[in-house]
């Protein structure tokens, strides 16, 4: 198994898949080797790369809290989300502060909007659903996102930053700040692990490529990690190969130096995990 991140490692600055290594990894998956995306984005932006990719098979998306196969029914293989009395809790706080979030159910499944923003005109999605404020979420949301300035400042005064069931991560872009709220601890190393288990496929058999602190769980979990060159100095130190820094498509000179070591043969049958 080969488990790929996404942004700053399969995606190019144009946010799609890379040629090249898109034409290398299809040929491994037609070898019969399982491709797997591994993200932190959700599980829509990984099925659309998994389709510019040309493959099929599971997906690991919402950073390991959830496992899906788009080609299976039913597609789900593992959820980690946040419970629904929580996340109701939440869902109510969004109208009474007037906030935009959005909470994410699952394959073939809508994204609730609690607010349309400014800008929902160059993002929308035909599954999005603006829900009104006597909706009752209607299942464990695998992850709830928070935009804003003024109402994260309130979201963390009236919930804090960590929670029994709940964590946030906050990523500043100046105008505004993203917060993405998850169950708490879940990693890809998670979601790769359960789908490991799924495939019968020895741990040692399984090779991650990631450049961000998400995926540092997952290149020290894979048998073989693989750290992008451009990326964060944590994931060098525990990689097992680094790209070379002036790459501009780190997952072919990934698989290249992988196919040197002699790593992409048949998977063993040895079943250690």
Not at 217 to 241: F, N, R, S, T
């Amino acid at each position: 198994m080969i488990a790929c991140d996404l942004d700053g490692t399969l995606l190019n600055q144009e946010i799609h898949v890379q040629p090249k290594a898109a034409q290398l990894l299809r040929q491994l998956w037609h070898n019969g080797i399982h491709v797997i995306i591994a993200t932190g984005r959700s599980w829509r932006t990984a099925l659309k790369a998994q389709q510019e990719l040309g493959i099929t098979g599971a997906i690991v998306a919402h950073n390991g809290a959830y496992v899906f196969d788009p080609s299976k029914r039913p597609a789900d293989l593992y959820r980690h989300g946040i419970p629904r009395p929580r996340a109701q809790e939440m869902f109510e706080w969004s109208f009474r502060h007037q906030a935009h979030m959005r909470f994410y159910l699952g394959y073939q499944q809508p994204v609730l909007l609690t607010r349309l923003p400014d800008d929902y005109d160059l993002w929308w999605k035909p599954s999005d659903r603006l829900v009104s404020p006597g909706t009752v979420i209607p299942r464990q949301p695998l992850e709830i996102l928070l935009l804003g300035q003024k109402s994260v400042d309130q979201f963390i005064q009236d919930f804090g930053l960590i929670g029994p069931d709940y964590e946030l991560t906050i990523f500043d872009h100046g105008h505004y700040r993203e917060v993405n709220i998850c169950a708490p601890g879940v990693t890809k190393a998670e979601g790769l692990e359960k789908l490991a288990h799924h495939y019968h496929i020895a741990r040692q058999n399984i090779l991650a490529i990631g450049d961000g602190l998400n995926d540092v769980p997952m290149l020290k979990w894979a048998g073989i990690g693989i750290a992008v060159g451009q990326g964060l100095p944590e994931c060098h130190l525990v990689a097992d190969y680094v790209t070379p820094k002036g790459s501009d498509d780190p997952v072919t000179a990934a698989i290249l130096w992988a196919e040197q070591q002699g790593l992409l043969g048949p998977l063993s049958h040895q079943q250690v995990f």
